[in-house]
């Protein structure tokens, strides 16, 4: 089944609107990791911002620009996972504004795990070309995913020190 | 007919959301609501799935209330479809028993039925809110030893 079909399957009417259309291309893109197709989707000056604990996953966090976004999604996010799809619970459209809601379906970079990922974009498109983009996740339940283990909230982050304070010859 | 969904009965629903006060609540509620709230419930224990208007009126005037009481949500977006609205929100709460303030990003999905919510389905960024009603940053890598295996707690810990 095709991106597309699973978009109207999810909409509230059968025929894919051009919006639906823009829709069904950005999650293609995204889930291919094309270049060329992301390229073709999202706008040169696309802001990007994912909420998340960036520190640990460093595809989390803001972005600005086409290539910032493309790197993102190409190189960054399969560190930690490759997307293999989403099921969509949401599809909201007003105008060219869209609210999307669902899981993530992907596998675990090292151990080749499945792991879920409930997610909400809000996307804003101009002259069929994604320029926003916000995402909010349940990042407990990604981290303790992707970590592959209960996370221990007790449990402080050290902070190490790489190089005395002082000590700016180190630097 | 349903009544159209607008910004103004969004917002009306989060100016009585926000006071925590049954009665304002109850009169947004449909009497068959649902709310699903995603999250760890080892550090949030409100969050779940909860179907009916006493269920809810529960869950949001005590039981959250005496946990994480909301103080503000800072609607920085809303998305309104039909009898559905999708609002990004930067929600700003009260730790009770630290009283610290944690602010979060959040997005709530809801869905309405004669100007009445009818299902919320809210999906926050759970790591940043526990790190702040902990009080410190988390150690995600650090593995419990002798701890169950994630497969054998997931159901335990994402209770949704």
């Known amino acids: ?171 | 007919m349903d009544v159209p969904v607008t910004r103004q009965l969004v917002e009306a629903f989060y100016d009585a959301f926000t006071t925590c006060d049954p009665g304002r609540i109850a009169a947004t509620l449909t009497h068959d609501v649902e709310w699903q709230m995603d999250g760890p419930v080892s550090v949030f224990p409100f969050c779940g799935h909860r179907r009916g208007k006493a269920p809810v009126l529960d869950l949001l005037t005590r039981h959250k209330a005496e946990i994480l009481p909301v103080r503000r949500v800072d609607q920085e977006d809303i998305v309104i479809d039909g009898q559905r609205a999708a609002v990004f929100a930067k929600i700003t709460a009260i730790h009770k028993q630290t009283g610290r303030v944690v602010v979060f990003h959040c997005v709530h999905f809801l869905t309405f039925r004669d100007g009445l919510v009818s299902a919320v389905y809210c999906i926050a960024d759970t790591f940043d809110a526990a790190e702040q009603v902990i009080g410190h940053r988390i150690d995600a890598y650090h593995e419990p030893q002798g701890g169950m295996p994630f497969s054998d707690r997931q159901q335990d810990i994402v209770v949704i």
């Open chain 1, 1 to 171: 089944m095709s991106e597309a079909e699973r978009l109207s399957r999810a909409a509230p009417v059968g025929a894919l609107s051009p919006m639906h259309e823009c829709i069904a291309r950005f999650y293609a893109a995204y889930r291919s990791r094309d270049v060329e197709r992301l390229d073709d989707i999202l706008d040169d000056d696309i802001e990007w911002f994912m909420a998340g604990p960036a520190e640990y996953f460093d595809y989390y966090g803001a972005r600005r620009g086409k290539t910032a976004v493309i790197e993102a999604v190409t190189r960054i996010m399969p560190c930690y996972f490759r997307i293999s799809d989403f099921d969509f619970d949401h599809i909201l459209v007003d105008g060219q504004r869209v609210a999307t809601s669902g899981r993530i379906r992907a596998r675990q970079r090292d151990t080749g795990r499945l792991i879920r990922i409930g997610f909400a974009h809000f996307l804003r498109f101009e002259s069929g070309r994604l320029i926003s983009l916000r995402s909010v996740s349940d990042t407990f339940d990604v981290a303790e995913q992707v970590v592959g283990h209960p996370i221990d909230v007790t449990r402080e982050m050290e902070c190490v020190s790489l190089a005395p304070e002082d000590d700016f010859s180190a630097v």
